[in-house]
């Protein structure tokens, strides 16, 4: 006969699968957790201070109070870190996408708002376009492809392109996203490796409008 315990967690257990209800994470899973988040925000830190290039793995770990082997436990390369970072800027662009959607915004203006927060973000993390950048258009294709779902910037720009009726039949909206996209990343990578002294904005507000309207007089 099984005891009351067996029968409470097995009770428990069947109680989540049912409602589709997540166990709360262990010890061990919250302090790796903890840990991850910890040497992440010292990557972070470090490369906004000493710059991408200038820093290892292992001043990261250090920073971080953890081994080398440990960081690469989270992280299998270094710019892997950048990843978590790229992600959580287009998850906030995404929620400013949404909060425009419930104020009754068209999905042009959503679309043009979408690229002045881009605009933003890259006048904010000058240092960091480049290696993010890098990493979308890296050689190795499982690379290129982990970044561009860590990334989804043109799934995004491609939703809007869909509920917009006078956008162009010929090309189909994932094309013209994807074309979106890599507009404003070479743009602001342009922009950030030559340190030019115009403002980002100016220069993806030209390009936008070149994407939006064409190159030729009407």
Known sequence: ????????????????????????????????????????TVAIQLFKERGFDKTTATD?????????????????YKEAVLLDYGASIVAGVRERVEERKTLGRTPLEILEGLWRDLAEVAGSERTLIPPLTYELINPDPIRAHTAYE?????????????????????????????????????????????????????????AFKILTEGVFER
Do not use: C
């Not at 162009?168 to 490796?193: C, G, N, Q, V």
């Open 1 to 40: 006969m099984l005891s009351s315990r067996v029968l409470d967690s097995f009770s428990e257990k069947s109680y989540r699968e049912a409602f589709n209800i997540q166990a709360p994470p262990s010890l061990r899973e919250r302090q790796k957790s903890r840990r991850k988040n910890r040497i992440y």
């Open 60 to 76: 990261i770990a250090k920073a971080a109070h953890v081994s080398r082997g440990t960081f690469f436990n989270y992280y299998p």
């Open 150 to 206: 860590a990334m989804p910037l043109a799934k995004i720009i491609e939703a809007l392109l869909r509920e917009i009726p006078s956008i162009r039949k010929d090309l189909s909206s994932e094309r013209i996203a994807a074309t979106m996209a890599y507009t404003f990343l070479m743009t602001a990578l342009r922009w950030s490796a030559f340190m030019s002294e115009r403002p980002v904005q100016e220069e993806l507000h030209k």
